[in-house]
């Protein structure tokens, strides 16, 4: 597994899926409420999944013992996307809560992304 994951394919491809991502979270989190689709799951579910995946495929493209910049670049993400509903007038706001759920998530996935690479 570990070749796996350190190979330049696998890494190529895990930037390209991060790209896509931080494309699609950004969509999500920036357009007004009633245009995205609602899910019948908690909001901070939503949120603690979409930052649990995007921390993995960011920790998968850093590549081994980077798991940390993963954490800490989805986690000023998180924070970004919040500020911007904020400050954006799609009718959305940050929430306190939301910025948590997405670090939860982030920390969870980087917990993951170590676990997978021991085996």
Do not use: W
Request: hydrophobic share 55%; with cysteine.
């Amino acid at each position: 597994m570990r070749a796996l994951l350190s190979h330049k394919l696998t890494r190529a491809l895990a930037v390209i899926a991060t790209i896509i991502l931080i494309i699609v979270i950004a969509h999500l989190s920036l357009s007004p409420a009633a245009d995205v689709p609602a899910p019948q799951v908690s909001d901070k579910v939503k949120h603690f999944a979409a930052y649990f995946v995007l921390v993995g495929t960011l920790a998968t493209a850093f590549g081994p013992k980077r798991g940390i910049y993963a954490l800490i670049v989805a986690i000023l993400y998180g924070l970004a996307m919040e500020v911007a509903q904020d400050m954006g007038d799609a009718g959305r706001e940050g929430s306190i809560a939301d910025a948590l759920a997405n670090t939860a998530g982030a920390a969870c996935g980087v917990l993951a992304a170590k676990l997978l690479r021991r085996n």
